[in-house]
């Protein structure tokens, strides 16, 4: 069965985004496994493969300078990270750029290969996943700010200009992709799109703007950079997604501590790398731990590589009423750890 996820619309002032769907279809099974020997997975064995990195080498901490728009909410079932918006553990949260396209506003491959890495944007194939970025508000536009292909972002009037709205910030969560053929998601490589319900909330001073939008905004610049989750306490989510089974595996992780750049899954007898849904960067397809079972048991890498809580591992099982395909969007399960 296809899995279908439909866009939201943006909103720039009175421009309407365009809207884009995409279906991830579950893949046909791959040959079992040859039969091993159920064990305890070792926490500390090496994964098979090394959890995958970002594409360019730019620090975490960097700040980013560009332009903010906004958007209603997450399409459906999923945003383009694979978590529903009624599961994000903030409302507060945005949209980052999937390509950095200057000079081709049709460009739509996702992932985006390897032999096209320079096309790629700061959504880095869904590896900045799940992570938070605190988000500062700066000057206003006095002028034209359409996001118009090859166009000045703010042009016309009186340009760029301070007021008392600057300094705002926010604390907000990664949790969709913006591939709109325009400016600002093309040919604006520190472009945010922010949750329309976050702006009045930024704080200046601190109490919330409350009238930042819509009389204050017409699509300010902005400064960002990732931060860790704010206030984190307990451990990850995992749920399986709309039509998991056993024949496809999918699960989102959820609750993360400092993104996710990798999930492995023990097989009964060593470790590998699983495959990430697409660009979907909180979704992977799992193995079992035994061949034909519907037990899985996984491990889970940060945005540092590192393996989130010390190397503890989660194990579940594929939810009864899911044995022909999970009905609901969003399947949270139990684990235990080790």
């Keep these: 069965m296809g899995l279908m996820r439909s866009t939201h619309a943006r ?15 579950p893949p046909t099974a791959s040959a079992t496994p040859t039969a091993a020997a159920t064990t305890a997975p070792p926490t500390a064995q090496a994964a098979t493969t090394p959890a995958p990195t970002p594409a360019d080498d730019t620090p975490a901490d960097d700040t980013t300078t560009g332009n903010a728009t906004h ?6 079932p999923y945003g383009g990270c694979g978590i529903p918006q009624a599961d994000l553990d903030s409302q507060d949260f945005v949209a980052l750029n999937v390509f950095n396209t200057p000079d081709d506003p049709d460009y ?5 290969p390897a032999q096209d890495a320079a096309k790629m944007g700061s959504w880095q194939n869904g590896l900045n996943c799940g992570r938070w970025v605190r988000v500062n508000i700066g000057d206003y536009c006095d002028g ?3 996001g118009a292909w090859n166009e000045p972002f703010c042009r016309d009037g009186g340009g760029w200009t ?20 325009n400016a600002w998601c093309r040919q604006d490589p520190g472009h945010l799109d922010l949750a329309t319900g976050s702006l009045n909330r930024f704080t200046l001073n601190g109490s919330p703007v409350g009238d930042l939008y819509p009389d204050h905004w017409n699509n300010r610049q902005i400064s960002w950079s990732f931060v860790p989750a704010p206030d984190y306490s307990g451990d990850i989510s995992v749920a399986f997604m709309q039509n998991a089974s056993a024949d496809w595996p999918a699960v989102s992780v959820n609750h993360l501590p ?14 590998h790398s699983a495959s990430m849904n697409s660009d979907m960067g909180q979704s992977y397809v799992l193995q079992p731990d035994s061949p034909g079972g519907t037990q899985y048991t996984i491990r889970v890498y940060d945005a540092d590589g590192d393996l989130v809580q010390g190397g503890r591992t989660y194990t579940f099982d594929l939810p009864s009423d899911c044995g022909g395909g999970c009905a609901n969007a969003y399947n949270p399960v139990s684990y235990t750890t080790g």
């Design 258 to 271: 400092n993104g996710i750049h990798g999930v492995d899954y023990f097989d009964g007898g060593s470790w």
């Design 162 to 181: 301070a007021d008392a709205y600057n300094g705002a910030t926010l604390t907000m969560l990664v949790a969709d992709s913006c591939a709109d053929p």
């Design 11 to 25: 909103r720039w002032l009175s421009v309407l985004g365009a809207i884009c769907l995409f279906a991830l279809l």
């Design 71 to 76: 958007f209603d909410g997450l399409g459906t």
């Design 144 to 146: 034209t700010n359409d």
């Design 108 to 112: 739509n491959t996702r992932p985006v």
